[in-house]
């Protein structure tokens, strides 16, 4: 099957301060692709879809100047959560779909703001 | 975007024995995917039903598709202790918004040796 990559695996960041996640599709290109969210014990919430060549779209409560998102290329997404505090400390997974039937979702980051 | 439901929240059984996970919806759909994910870790997929199809196997995994009560469950036959994990449904509305899934509440499933 296809491959998606993400990185960082885990990242430890100080609160105040941006950190960037990459999200990489290895063997296909994208034009779409999400980025979801994960508290522990919780499921996936949906908070933004990456348009390459346009504006992502947000869901509602997702403050976009807070998580920006760049699809700079059609294989690849960043996800950048600026001014991080402990709330932001979440599993951050991204998925790109390969046709109207498959999708493959990156391993996940987690993200962990002191 | 609403999640759906799944009942139950967690399910333990004994190795071999069969579990059962349901889970609801609330739009209309394109199809409806089944994955997995260990404990900390990435999703797996494990099977996806199209909005037509009403049943599904593979391997000791069979899908079930009721489009008239927006609903689904997901059968694990002879489970085995390694099939320990969340397991979550998700719901794709197909069309222009291809790709986006609204996943459930998920199921965190315990299989005892």
């Known amino acids: 099957g296809a491959v998606v990559s993400q990185h960082p695996s885990r990242v430890i960041c100080k609160s105040g301060t941006s950190v960037k996640i990459e999200c990489r599709s290895l063997?296909?290109?994208?034009?779409?692709m999400f980025w979801y969210r994960q508290f522990p014990k919780q499921s996936l919430m949906l908070m933004a879809t990456?348009?390459?060549?346009?504006?992502?779209?947000?869901e509602q409560g997702v403050e976009k100047d807070k998580f920006l998102i760049n699809h700079a290329s059609l294989t690849l997404s960043t996800l950048t959560v600026t001014s991080a505090h402990p709330e932001d400390s979440s599993f951050y997974i991204c998925?790109?779909?390969?046709?109207?039937?498959?999708?493959?979702f990156g391993p996940g980051t987690r993200l962990t703001v002191t | 975007s609403q999640q759906g439901e799944e009942d139950p929240q967690a399910l333990s059984i004994q190795e071999g024995e069969n579990a059962t996970m349901n889970c609801s919806y609330k739009t209309s759909i394109n199809n409806l995917q089944w994955y997995r994910q260990n404990s900390g870790r990435g999703l797996v997929h494990l099977i996806l039903?199209?909005?037509?199809?009403r049943e599904k196997h593979s391997g000791r995994l069979r899908v079930t598709l009721d489009t008239s009560k927006k609903s689904s469950s997901l059968l694990i036959t002879a489970s085995r202790a390694a099939d320990t994990a969340s397991y979550f449904c998700?719901?794709?509305?197909?069309?222009?918004?291809?790709?986006?899934?609204?996943f459930g509440q998920g199921t965190i499933l315990t299989v005892h040796p």
């Open positions: 998925s790109a779909p390969k046709t109207s039937y498959e999708q493959y």
């Open positions: 998700a719901a794709s509305a197909g069309g222009t918004s291809y790709g986006k899934l609204t």
């Open positions: 063997d296909f290109q994208a034009t779409t």
């Open positions: 990456s348009n390459e060549g346009s504006k992502a779209t947000y």
């Open positions: 039903i199209r909005s037509n199809e």
